[in-house]
């Protein structure tokens, strides 16, 4: 079967990878510790060996090498098995871009993995939370029950830590997709005259950035004792510069430890 | 039918949910800042919850999908009309806030030009169906 390359970027293309990599997160959420570390670890590993016969020579063992070395790593730190699933996206890219698809009878499955991958990476590196935990804990602090629980309707810890939580993610998909666009897809589209990369990150950062400035005044506003304006500023235009919202997240847990000192 | 006019109206499906959501949390900040009966605040959020901010998200994900698919990125009228959908979606997330801190916090005051917000948020529907409908500057 002949392969277009690179793979037409369409809007089923875009959503049903990142909604697959959202049920990943959502099924390995449920896998319990240090089982989860250790499976996501592992299976770092053998995705890393999927290209093993793609094409590429010995830069396909020093590819597969050099994920068995992150995967070893991603035992004991998440950031270590993020890191190996940025690295697969690109290979992704490059495999989309060669015309040698990781599932040889599927041809845009490789740029499929290019726009699910990051999205799972960005899970690791936050410390791949349990998501239903997350969402158990927003909904455990609902007013009505707490209400039914003759707790404080005052100070809402829980759920002023979960927003947090959120907030913090946000602000990592935010800058890393920025980032990846900015520095990656820009450049690559004015130099080699590839556009791919801006036409697919173009959009996902879009709604990355928008869902950051909404979580962010929706904190702010509900807060605003808490986060004076240059604290707030701060925060908002950190977003505007890539990699800058990782500047924001030492801020966002000095936050969350005043609140939790709050709350204690 | 194509994908594409499934996806269109699947965004002004959403468009329509969200409009009618912010508009009754604009309403309600408006109208209880002062003494917010505890079951209408949480009333709103609950459907805050469950309705206009699952559509706030849907409308961006099927309107990015839709200007996807049918190639519009690069128009004006997409650029003026997603100034304006970013002012619409941050005044949500700014009165999501305000209505929590209601919530917890009793008495605390609305926005002082509240009835203004309510008449920003139909002048920025009524653009945004213009731009949408009209495409000015585009070859249709």
């Known amino acids: 079967m002949p392969v277009a390359t690179p793979t037409p970027v369409t809007a089923l293309g875009l959503i049903l990878p990142v909604l697959i990599a959202l049920m990943f997160i959502g099924v390995c959420s449920l896998v319990r510790e240090p089982a ?50 940025l690295l697969h996206s690109g290979w992704d890219l490059a495999h989309d871009l060669y015309g040698n698809p990781i599932i040889p009878f599927v041809p845009d499955s490789s740029f499929g993995c290019f726009v699910c991958d990051p999205v799972i990476a960005l899970w690791y590196l936050t ?22 629980a003759g707790m404080s309707a005052r100070r809402v810890p829980a759920e002023d830590l979960g927003q947090l939580a959120r907030l913090r993610i946000a602000s990592v998909v935010e800058t890393g997709t920025l980032a990846s666009l900015v520095l990656v897809a820009v450049p690559l589209k004015h130099l080699a005259g590839w556009d791919l990369g801006v036409r697919a990150l173009g959009p996902l950062h879009g709604l990355a950035f928008v869902a950051f400035i909404w979580i962010s005044l929706r904190t702010i506003a509900a807060d605003p004792d808490r986060w004076p304006s240059k604290d707030a500023a701060r925060l908002i235009l950190l977003a505007f510069v890539p990699l800058g919202g990782l500047f924001n997240l030492r801020l966002l847990r000095r936050k969350a430890e005043a609140l939790g000192a709050t709350a204690g | 039918m194509d994908t ?18 912010l508009l009754a949390q604009s309403v309600v900040l408006h109208a209880l800042a002062e003494d917010a009966p505890p079951h209408l ?30 190639g519009w990125f690069t128009a004006p009228w997409l650029m003026a009309k997603l100034v304006v959908v970013i002012g619409l979606s941050a005044l949500h997330g700014l009165q999501a806030g305000r209505l929590r801190r209601l919530e917890r916090e009793s008495g605390t005051p609305g926005f002082q030009a509240l ?16 731009l949408a409908v009209l495409k000015p500057g585009a070859t249709i």
């Not at chain 1, 597969?64 to 070395?69: F, K």
């Not at chain 1, 609902?142 to 209400?147: E, M, T, V």
């Open chain 1, 36 to 85: 989860r570390r250790n499976f996501s670890a592992i299976f770092v590993a053998g995705a890393g060996a999927a290209y093993l016969s793609g094409g590429f020579g010995v830069l396909e063992l020093v590819f597969c090498a050099a994920i068995t070395v992150l995967a070893y790593r991603g035992l004991s730190d998440y950031r270590a098995t993020g890191v190996a699933w």
């Open chain 1, 127 to 148: 410390g791949a939370p349990n998501v239903w935990g997350l969402l158990r804990k927003h909904h455990r602090s609902a007013p009505g029950r707490r209400r039914e």
């Open chain 2, 4 to 21: 594409y006019l499934w996806l269109k109206a699947l965004h002004v499906a959403s468009a329509l949910v969200f409009v009618g959501g």
């Open chain 2, 41 to 70: 605040v949480q009333a709103v959020r609950r459907w805050d919850r469950l309705a206009t901010g699952p559509a706030l998200l849907l409308v961006w994900g099927f309107g990015l999908a839709a200007a996807s698919s049918g």
């Open chain 2, 115 to 130: 009835p203004r917000i309510g008449l920003g948020i139909l002048l920025g529907a009524a653009i945004i169906a213009v």
